[in-house]
């Protein structure tokens, strides 16, 4: 038999990953909106013409700008993925990577670990366990111990629901200042906060965000990073090309703009919620 070629050593484990797919009008499983996004039609016909799909994307300078504004920093601190797991691994292969490790925080967001581990990343998981109450001294005393080169946290946590006090990731990126501090801020709206306007002073943090949530427009791909000028300028040099096309640029620029359904959304997965429980 012929020999093939074989992965890396920590690969070997790995498999695909893969969701159910079923045909069904709510995946609850899935955390998507249920209801189809309108904002494809927004664009006028005038509009339509203009994506030239003959040429390459241009850098989504609109784009950027919207997110710069609605996040009060400069347009040059975004960074665009396609879906926010192109960022989450741009953030280890950049910051972790082999002979460097990434400490998370369990149970958390699955795709940290597996992201991680494909950048070649040697993974610490602390498990906090149910309830998944990550205090002050019990996330300090992890990174005194491991001394991580970078730390994850998902707030709202992902599946547990709860939000991480942003006092115990200042005090992480205070103590562990040459590590990368993620955070993961995909349900951010749900809560209400966010740690962007803390990046200002606490240049090792960056935060994801992504419009496969609230913005109803996981078909889109798109993901979001906001990071100090200097920390994104490393991501832009190790970003693929051309990673946002022209229909996903034209139609997340327009969807950026709609503040009031973020707001109208998360009031009725609030009233969804209850009714659900009842």
Not at 51 to 75: C, D, F, H, I, T
Not at 86 to 103: D, M
Not at 117 to 141: H, K, M, W
Request: glycine residues 6%; contains cysteine; aromatic residues 6%.
């Amino acid at each position: 038999m012929t020999e093939l070629p074989t992965p890396r050593d920590d690969l070997a484990g790995l498999a695909a990953y893969r969701t159910q797919q079923a045909a069904a009008d709510v995946r609850l499983h899935a955390n998507e909106w249920a209801v189809p996004n309108p904002a494809s039609a927004w664009l006028t016909p005038q509009e339509l013409n203009e994506l030239l799909l003959n040429r390459y994307p241009a850098p989504a300078s609109e784009l950027r700008r919207g997110l710069a504004e609605r996040y009060g920093v400069a347009a040059d601190q975004i960074v665009l993925g396609n879906g926010s797991n192109e960022v989450l691994l741009n953030t280890f292969l950049i910051f972790g990577g082999h002979g460097r490790s990434a400490l998370l925080f369990q149970p958390t967001y699955s795709m940290h670990r597996r992201l991680a581990i494909t950048a070649g990343s040697r993974v610490i998981d602390e498990f906090v366990g149910l309830p998944y109450d990550l205090g002050r001294e019990r996330a300090l005393s992890a990174v005194e111990r491991h001394q991580p080169d970078v730390i994850a946290f998902t707030t709202p946590n992902n599946p547990t629901g709860n939000e991480i006090a942003p006092d115990v990731i200042l005090a992480v990126a205070a103590a562990r200042p040459r590590a990368l501090i993620l955070v993961d801020e995909a349900y951010s709206d749900f809560s209400g906060h966010t740690l962007v306007p803390k990046i200002a002073t606490q240049p090792n943090i960056v935060v994801s965000k992504t419009f496969s949530k609230v913005r109803a427009a996981a078909g889109l791909r798109l993901g979001v990073l906001v990071a100090n000028l200097e920390l994104a300028a490393h991501y832009r040099a190790v970003q693929l090309p051309y990673n946002i096309n022209v229909i996903t640029s034209a139609v997340a620029a327009k969807i950026v703009k709609d503040d009031a359904a973020i707001s109208r959304r998360v009031a009725q997965c609030a009233s969804e919620r209850s009714r659900l429980s009842e």
